[in-house]
């Protein structure tokens, strides 16, 4: 069997992903670290090794993402944008036509024509305001795993409001909001909902009949998908593992 | 630059066939729409403003107009409109010699360094109307001259104080209107008035491009058939940015020239197309024959004055 | 009470050191590029304008500075003198924080008024600057505030509205204002002989810049060295840099870009080549584009149809006013139309729009261009940067993912 490999070097993780074209055969990851390459190749082993494949298997190894400049057992390298929006117009059959992706660090938001082409975006500047950065943060500040986060939220009682998406000012927001004695699950709803709107802001007055469909890891936080919905006023969808679309589009990718 | 040298060499062309013509056995027919002065010795064509004053226009309208003049006038009529719609305004940018000339005095004034007087649009506005008078003069006047209403020196009341009859003449050796004519009052009231409005015209033409051509009633009757003309100059808004260069560079000062819209052809536009040629917006002014386009502006435009080495 | 003075000083010599690194920096940036040619040379050594009196013996003739574009350029050079437009592409000189100006102040402004506290033999050279943001309408009230010798700014009250008849007379007579200014400067009349000399000049320079035009059209001139060559176009005499642009040959390379783009928005001045390395490095080919800073430099449409004196003033205040794009005008409406207008010609199918931070009316004019363009079928993909390098990655992630989607096949 012949593989196609995608790696993501993403500012938080590195994703890759072997497929056979069609779908993903298997996916894995590891946090982002000095030596980025070696990394790399240590998913790809290990990928290669539990489908019972060899190097020689695989017949191409496309990156993308930030650190795609630095992986040097890549032969092509394909804009992290594009490769989200051919991944996830495959594995949406065709469905997708605006994806929000919450990155480690920016967000992106992609329209698609119904060919699967990239029609527009629209990306944050120099600000990780509403990104991935965001919600790490809180983790750590209310000391709850990151896993855990949407779970946390779902058991919001009362509603506390966060001003501020900066990840700064935000930090000193919720400082202050855990001294008055709003409970974590409470700050969690908040911050997802100050997330959401910071994405609805970007979205602008498009049309969104045929739904939004959230990527990137913090999509996997069932909160943050119920925030999204509330303020976009639209349908959210995830797919099962959203954090492999763009490795999957890389790898599709010609 | 290519197109002014185009309509200088066609204009010059014109003038020697409009004025010698007739020397070498030229005639155009007696209904062009230009200043193709009768009174020129030789000349090789007639102004259909005189033939509508006279034998085949309204100063037949009375006496014993049999129908095979009247057809011959309705022929002629037939004749203009036809030229009209063919060449419309190109009669008075590329063959009107009365036009070559006041262009010679816009390149003198030029050399001289002087400046170029503008009129008010209020101003040009009320002049504007002068064209009219004339073409009153032309329609209302014959039929009263024939039912001897008015006196027979009357005869060709435009032609009468047309500046053309007294400067075109002259380039055939033809120097007679310059006199006053002293045979009764009327005749010399009419070439008084004549001498006075050549020399206003020339002392205008002088300072303001084309002065005369804002009175011409042949800009009126061109202007009426102007959406059925076969060539004409057309305007794509869609690429015009504003920056007013073809206004500032037009003969006749047409303030509409750059603004956001498609039908900037007034009825003073002369087709001397000195806004296509100064257009830096390619294909924003075009000049068409249906929907052949002759000319377009163009960015790669070279600019006229080069450096000294 | 010394001390403070001292470390301002001692600030702006650091300033002054890192913003000459910078230039040599994108010198020999230029010079190491596999597109490098001998003949760009001249260009690469007078594109600087640190030195204003370097200029000055080069064109040997005094300089007067000039802040934006629509100082009537022949009139200037009528008057005997060397124009130069000048702006600050600087990092170090636009991050100086000495004189406490806001976080938001326009770059090219903050940065000049740096350069101009720390090179001395800039200070005497009179600026005339017509009146167009509030930055460059601020700029001699802010230059006296911060600079122990601040130079002489001649302010023109550039009309904020074009098409109205009223404002082009207005603008006339500070067209007639600069004159008598540059004649009082000169001590003696511009006449009509020296104006038509200069128009002669200019006409000639605006012939080589056509020529660099047509050759980026046909994709034979890289953006950055485009850039670079009509930006160095302030440090020599008109006529000398137009006998070197008419030099230059350009060869057809055959390639035919699928990714043509149209660049929009704020300047870009040497030595900041951020923005153009990374669209070349994003693949994309720049066929045209309106900035100030570069096409716009030559007003098109030199028209001398009453040739007399009054008659090429008025000719001249006209080009550079209604025929001028900046988008502090209140009626820039027609400014799309360039863009659409150049759209057949030069086959681009996006318009990159770049905005700098602090550039209000670039940033306003953005979101007033986007929507208009798309409705036309274009892609449109709008750039807020500054002149720091962090955010590259993010830029060129962006450029890549334009480029793609101008190709305009699906990604698999």
Redesign the interface.
Known sequence: MKVKVGVDLGSAAIKVVLTDGAAILWRGQTPTAPGQEILAKKVLKKGLSELGLTESAVTKVVATG?GKGLCGLAEER??????N??GL??LSQGQGRLIVNIGGQ?LKIIHLDE???????K????CAAGTGRFFELAARLLDVPLADFGALSEKASSVVTLNSTCVVFAESEMVSLMATGVTAGDIASALQTSVARRVASLVGSANLGAGVWLDGGPALNKGLVKALADELLAEVFVLPEPQYTVAF?AA??? | MKIGLIRGAIQWLSFFVLTYGGRVGIHLGSALPCFACPFVPGCGGYCYLMGLQGYIGFGLALGPAQGKEILVALGWLGVFILLVLLLGKAWCGFICPFGLIQDWLTFI??KL????RYLSPQGKKYLGVVKYVFLGLIVFLPPLIVAKILPPDLYLPFCNICPGKLILPLFAGETRYLAVNLDNAVTMWLSLALIVVAAVTLVGAFFK?RFYCLFCPFLALIHVLRPLTALRLVKE?????????CR????MDVAIL?Q?QAQVQTIECVDCL?CLT???????LKYKFLSLTLFAAS??T???????P | MTEPLDRLSRLLLKAKAKALAEENETLAWFRRRPDYRPEFEYFLNIVGQGDLAAIADRAGRPVIALLCNQSPLELIVAAGFQPVKIASGSLAETSFSGFGWPALTCPVVKGLLTRLAFKSSSRSVPIVAPATCDWVAKFGEMARFALPAPPSVAYLDLPRF??DPFS?KKWLSEVYKLKNYLEDLRGGPIT?ANL??A???L??A??AF?SLK?ARLKGQLSLSWFLLIVGSFFGDTP?RWAENARRLTFKSNGSNSLAKVFLAGSPIFFPNFKLPALMEEAGLTTVADDLCSSERIF?????????????LL??LA??YH??C?CPTFGDN???I??I???K??AGFTGVVFTVLKGCHPYDLESSLLEPAL?ERNL??LRL??DYAA??R??L???L???G??LK?????
């Open positions: 930030y394909v804009d992290e944008i594009t490769a929006a051919t117009y495959r920016d060919r699967g082409r990239v029609a527009d975006f990306m944050n500047d120099k589009g599709i990718t010609v | 004034r030029n360094g002087l400046r170029e491009d808004p869609t690429s015009c940015v504003g920056c007013g260069v500032r560079n037009c003969q750059d956001d000195r100064a257009c830096p917006m390619s294909g924003t960015r790669w070279r600019l006229r004055l080069r450096p000294k | 074009k098409q082009q009509r038509l000399a128009i002669a000049d006409n000639a605006y012939a056509l047509a006529r007003p098109p449409g030199q028209v001398l149809e009453d040739s007399s004196l009054p008659g008025a000719s006209g080009r209604q025929g794009l409406d027609r400014r139309n360039n659409l207008g150049q057949n010609e798309k892609r449109f807020e940067t962090e955010d990655q993010n060129l992630t962006r890549e993912a334009f793609q989607s305009g096949e699906p990604g698999f």
